[in-house]
């Protein structure tokens, strides 16, 4: 091999792959910008757009946007379309789920390490990797005979190292409380770990954004939850999903989505959800109050439960908000903790005059801007 480079990082899934680098130093959201049957980039734009992931090493700085990325990736592995491993600038949470979910359900998995900002800025032009737990290689060309690992490999770590438990925590994992508690409680403590919390908490209701249909693999994740006895511990409501249940051979809708979509929303009301179908769960009389630790997947929902609600809540990415839902349990980090609440960046807005609507979403795409992962303060609108 000829100029062969070694970084090391943190592995958020353990594994190894080997394979043609495809590098991108803008993030790719899975929903909407991949298609879950083919592995292609469909964000016309991205700078990957028409690039298929299948195989290959998907170096990207992280994620972005939608909560459903997760079971695109998900469907993706299921598929055999995924990328060979990701190689993240920063931990991704809703990705790596993705992964674990379809490790834990089917078996199937793939790599995922973590190598910072300023290493991750090293990988352009590159041509090949491997990646080897915490190791990232980078080769100008590789051997004939090298073969890369299946993503098929599979390394289930113990997932309630370094947390605290209550007994009741214990015996969901230990089954007591049924197969499906004790599958979720697994994934919920690997998030944890990874998250770096070392105690769970107890969660009100929950919002759960994993109903909408993304393929096969969201529907068979859904459905064998249900046969493995699977009941919600809380009060537990659903995002809109994929079709319009009554209505949607009326709407001229394709079987070959009507079905598995509905069938989709009648898996999760199985598991003892409410039939709400709605993305704007804070207009229904269930609508959490002050200080209240909820679970609510669907990014406009957690803006809004946080900030105008004051509720605490992170923005959880499908199946893990399910995976609480049936345990009660949320790891105790982020928005959840009063310390992490705090704004720090104050933006002050002069005085406004003449406002319509369109300034509002310009103003919140540039105080996103401006803000990334640090929660703002906005003043100056108090009178508009």
Known sequence: ??????????????????????????????????????????????????????????????????????????????????????VLAEADEILTLGVLVAQTLFERSLPVLCIGKEAFAGLRGKAFASVNGTHLGLFDALPADTDAPSHREVHVEDSSNGIELTEDDRALLDGHHGKAAQVAMQIVLRMAQLQGAVQLIDITQAHIDGCIYTGPASLRFAQQLVEWGAKVRVPTTLNSISVDQRRWRELGIDPALGVPASALGDAYMAMGAQLSFTCAPYLLDSAPKAGEQIVWAESNAVVYANSV????????PDYLDICIAL???????????????????????????????AFYPLLGYHVGALAGSRIPLVSGLEQH
């Open 309 to 316: 609600l004051g509720a605490r809540t992170l923005k959880y």
């Open 327 to 357: 345990t009660g349990r949320a790891p105790l980090i982020g928005c959840h903790l009063e310390s992490q609440r705090k704004a720090r960046l104050h933006i002050e807005l002069p005085p406004l005059a003449d406002l319509d609507d």
């Open 1 to 86: 091999m000829s100029g062969i480079t070694s970084l090391s990082g943190r592995s958020l899934v353990e594994g190894a792959a080997v394979g043609p680098l495809l590098y991108a130093d803008v993030g790719l959201s899975f929903w909407g910008g991949v298609d879950p049957f083919s592995g292609e980039v469909i964000d016309r734009h991205h700078p990957l757009s028409g690039e298929c992931l299948a195989g290959r090493i998907l170096a990207i700085p992280s994620g972005r946007g939608s909560c459903t990325g997760s079971s695109v990736l998900m469907e993706l592995i299921s598929n055999g379309h995924a990328p060979a491993a990701l």
